[in-house]
């Protein structure tokens, strides 16, 4: 997309946005999104239906979008992220390396670890596990959290349990509460799956 075309759509989609902002569900996501800086509180109806007027989108918009830091217009950066990826595996992969340290809540980290580079998943899992390593000795919490959440789709494999439970264990006895509920999902997730 020419830089232009970006700006013309990162114009239409905040429009999009306050038009369909509910301040009373920007309270509540509060609990959703503790962190988040700006939130418009936009319903999930009305997010999808922006995705998908506006999918597959570019890596430039998806550049734009993250740069906003409005946290509808970042959830549909990841979201966007996961089409683009397909195009383009590493600059995926780096996209999420870029945005990784600016994770500020959980619905972000844990969309772009599900959803982002899910459509590479089964057919590069060793750069999925690279990139769970890198994440794992970070001192970042988001980055941390995001080192496990990233396996959740190879959890359906048991070939890879052991190599995901080896990523879970090192994250043991970390005090963040949200590093602590990661371990705990993932840990009923390989259940579930084995």
């Known amino acids: 997309m020419a830089k232009a075309e970006v700006q013309e759509a990162l114009k ?4 999009y946005l306050e038009e369909n902002a509910d301040p009373a569900h920007a309270e509540g996501m509060g609990v959703i999104a503790p962190g988040a ?3 418009y509180g936009v319903r999930s109806p009305e997010m999808n239906a922006l995705l998908k007027a506006i999918k597959p989108g570019s890596f430039e918009l998806i550049d734009a979008l993250w ?4 946290y509808e217009m970042r959830m549909l950066a990841v979201k966007l992220l996961e089409w683009q990826s397909k195009t ?3 600059r995926g992969i ?4 870029r945005f990784s340290s600016e994770i500020d809540n959980w619905a972000i980290c844990d969309t772009i670890g599900m959803k ?8 590069y899992p060793e750069r999925i596990f690279e990139l769970s390593e890198q994440f794992t000795h970070s001192k970042n919490m988001w980055e941390r959290r995001l080192s496990m959440v990233l396996l959740w789709e190879l959890c359906k494999d048991k070939k890879w349990h052991p190599r995901i439970q080896k990523i879970v264990d090192q994250h043991r006895g970390d005090k963040e509460k ?3 509920k990661a371990v705990v999902w993932l840990d009923k997730t390989l259940n579930d799956h084995s």
């Open 94 to 97: 780096a996209t999420v390396i």
């Open 37 to 39: 800086k700006k939130v």
């Open 67 to 70: 740069k906003s830091g409005i």
């Open 12 to 15: 239409d989609i905040q429009a």
């Open 88 to 90: 383009d595996p590493e």
């Open 178 to 180: 949200y590093i602590k």
């Open 116 to 123: 982002s580079l899910k459509k590479l998943t089964k057919k």
